[in-house]
């Protein structure tokens, strides 16, 4: 039997920790063979933490066999206390009339800490990544506080978004979404990410040649990913809980098998014309488990430098407005 591998999770009683506690404890995010200890994280208010109480009685009541232990806590020190990987679920919603600035500096407070006490108290191979939104640039802020751990160990989720290209894609050619391979999302986990139709591929061939229909996959495919989340909430009245928590199933499974090629927000160091400084979506080869290279020079035409030139402004405007907390 494998030691167990800890994993932090914040915002546990929320709706994607609801959809995902499940699924990690069930193995499908470190396998079938690889038992776990779940860490909870949740804001130190009754009703948040009353509501982790039942998660946690649920997840009892499913007698999973690699699940050994639970931890619930609304200390962070408790949460990320040699964890393995840390699950950054948990953030301030974007509140009535409140602006995006202010989100950003909100939610910039929170990743300050948990980045603080990842960096002290995590384990020594501790990866991160970063779900709650501004996803990119959280990621970026919890980065700035570590002393000990590469910037490398921390990552955000830009799955969601290839997931969602991958089946808009397979939809259009009417193929099964196992035939699109290579489908790379650059730039922020926001409607400017560019979905790099040009690179992906079906049954191995172009999707440009493929499909065609070069105005759809330039205009209206890169809409219904960007905007995907709006859609599901004009149509569901809450935000994607069940397709956030898998796809951050897949993103850490995929960083953790070798081979896999996928898209992820990491530091970016130039590449694609990305600012040296931001956490940008980049396509990326896992080389080790939890371990992974930036796929370089794959060929940009110009729509896609003019794409990723504005999602590389946003990022770097939202770096800007939280600047000051970095130092
Ligand atoms: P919920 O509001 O249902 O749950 C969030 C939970 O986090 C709450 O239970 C809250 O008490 C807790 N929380 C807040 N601050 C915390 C802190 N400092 N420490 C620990 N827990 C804290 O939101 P949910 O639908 O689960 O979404 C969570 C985050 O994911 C949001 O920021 C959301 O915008 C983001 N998303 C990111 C996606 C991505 O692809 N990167 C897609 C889905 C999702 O919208």
């Known amino acids: 039997m494998k030691k167990p591998i800890r ?14 506690l499940f699924r990690i404890a069930s193995g499908a995010m470190f396998g079938a063979d690889q038992p776990v200890i779940l860490q909870l994280l949740e804001v130190p208010v009754e009703k948040a933490l009353k509501a982790l109480e039942g998660v946690a009685m649920e997840l009892d009541d499913c007698a999973f066999p690699l699940l050994h232990g639970i931890v619930q806590t ?52 501790a ?15 919890a980065a700035s506080q ?43 986990h926001s409607p400017t990410m560019f979905s790099a139709f040009h690179l992906a591929k079906i049954n191995g061939k172009p999707v ?9 996959l330039k205009s209206e495919m890169q809409e219904t990913v960007g905007k995907r989340g709006a859609a599901i909430i004009a149509a569901r009245g809450m ?14 499974r ?18 694609y014309g990305f600012d040296p400084d931001v956490w940008a979506g ?12 930036v796929i370089k020079n794959l060929p940009i035409d110009d729509f896609a430098r003019e794409k990723i030139a504005i999602t590389n402004k946003e990022l770097v405007d939202e770096r800007n407005t939280v600047k000051d907390m970095l130092k």
């Open 127 to 141: 990866r991160v990544a970063v779900v709650g939104n501004p996803a990119n640039t959280n990621a970026m802020i």
């Open 146 to 188: 570590a002393k000990r751990l590469p910037a490398d160990r921390f990552t955000a989720m830009v799955r969601l978004d290839q997931n969602r290209a991958t089946t808009q894609l397979a939809k259009k050619a009417n193929v099964l979404v196992s035939n699109v391979s290579d489908v790379f999302i650059f730039g922020n």
């Open 282 to 293: 980049l396509p990326v080869k896992t080389t080790a488990p939890g371990a992974y290279e």
């Open 7 to 20: 994993v932090a999770v914040t915002g546990a009683a929320g709706q994607i920790g609801y959809a995902l």
């Open 254 to 271: 995929d960083l953790m098998t070798p081979g896999m090629i996928h898209s992820v927000a990491v530091k970016s160091h130039g590449d």
């Open 239 to 252: 935000s994607s809980a069940a397709s956030a928590a898998n796809a951050l199933v897949d993103h850490v």
């Open 74 to 125: 609304s200390k962070p020190e408790e949460a990320f206390g040699d964890a393995n990987w840390s699950l950054l679920v948990g953030a301030k919603p974007r509140g009535p009339g409140m602006e995006r600035a202010d989100l950003l500096k909100d939610n910039g407070k929170i990743f300050i800490e948990q980045g603080r006490v990842i960096d002290r108290v995590a384990a020594s191979d």
């Open 208 to 216: 440009p040649q493929v499909i065609g229909h070069l105005e759809w």
